[in-house]
């Protein structure tokens, strides 16, 4: 199994955020259709169940993607692929976390970093 360790500034990422993903975002985050996180679970891919009765099912983005690289490999993709495919999930992952940093921030926050700018 490969897991290439490109960063992108991910320890600067809140693990608790990459660990609470819901399957839409997930499949944003690579790219794909819903229903293909659905398929990937039925697979093997491993998904937190829904910590109270009408929750959502969420996943973690480290866990996801090295069952993602472990499928790919798996089925003879090349070491090149694997690492753009590393790469353009981080990637994707920062800019959705960015943007839910900026949703939390209140808003006198964004005025005032706005007004420096």
């Known amino acids: 199994m490969v897991v290439l360790g490109y ?3 991910i320890n600067d990422l809140d693990m608790e955020e990459q660990k609470k993903i819901s399957k839409s975002r997930m499949a944003a985050i690579f790219g794909i259709n819903r229903t293909t996180i659905y398929s990937w679970e039925a697979a093997g891919c491993p998904v937190k ?5 009408g929750a959502y099912a969420s996943l973690d983005f480290e866990e996801v993607l090295t069952w993602h690289l472990c499928q790919l490999e798996a089925h ?4 090149e692929w694997l690492e753009i495919t ?9 800019k959705f976390l960015d943007r839910q940093k900026v949703q939390a921030c209140p808003e006198e926050e964004v005025q005032t970093s706005v007004e420096r700018l």
Do not use: I, W
Request: no cysteine; net charge positive; proline share 14%.
């Open 76 to 79: 003879g993709h090349s070491e």
């Open 7 to 9: 960063s992108h500034n």
């Open 49 to 53: 169940p829904p910590v109270r009765p």
């Open 86 to 94: 590393e790469k353009v999930a981080r990637g994707r992952l920062s």
